[in-house]
């Protein structure tokens, strides 16, 4: 289906995957995802890719309620400084468009830092790696899949 949901199978994780419409008209998709899914702000997960002072990309997995803090993630990641990664450089390095950027699955793995916030639920949602389509499953099957560490990155 994607490379999110291929890897998740064949590593036999847990996961359920929740499609919905997604209006073109939306442009805060994890937004859209809680609220047509029904599902608590802090429960969904936006993915972020930044650029590190060291020209290395990382990945923030933030919840939608909140917004991703710079200097928590390049500290994170052992960087002085990190800044919102560009477009396309987002796109060739996780081969996902924007707004379906899933942390599961990137073309290249880069260092992913999940934010502490993620342990307070039994699962979590992501983008499953498409517009419209979320996968469900527990944060530390995430951290494994993905080489994840997690930190405080969010300020919320």
């Given at each position: 289906m994607t490379p999110a949901i291929d890897l998740a199978t064949k590593y036999n994780v847990v996961?359920?995957?929740h499609q919905y419409?997604?209006?073109p008209n939306i442009e805060s998709y994890g937004d859209?995802?809680?609220a047509t899914l029904g599902i608590d702000p802090k429960q969904v997960f936006k993915t972020l890719v930044v650029e590190l002072n060291t020209g290395e990309l990382a990945v923030g997995v933030?919840?939608?309620s909140g917004s991703l803090n710079l200097k928590a993630i390049a500290s994170a990641a052992s960087a002085k400084k990190a800044a919102m990664a560009d477009k396309l450089k987002v796109q060739r390095s996780s081969g996902y468009v924007l707004g379906g950027v899933s942390p599961i699955g990137q073309r290249k793995q880069l260092t992913t830092i999940i934010d502490n916030s993620a342990n307070n639920f039994s699962t979590i949602f992501v983008s499953a790696g498409k517009?419209?389509?979320e996968i469900e499953?527990?944060?530390?099957?995430l951290a494994a899949l993905t080489g994840a560490t997690f930190a405080a990155i969010s300020t919320a």
């Open positions: 996961f359920t995957v419409q997604h209006s859209e995802a809680a933030v919840p939608v517009r419209g389509l499953l527990r944060a530390s099957d």
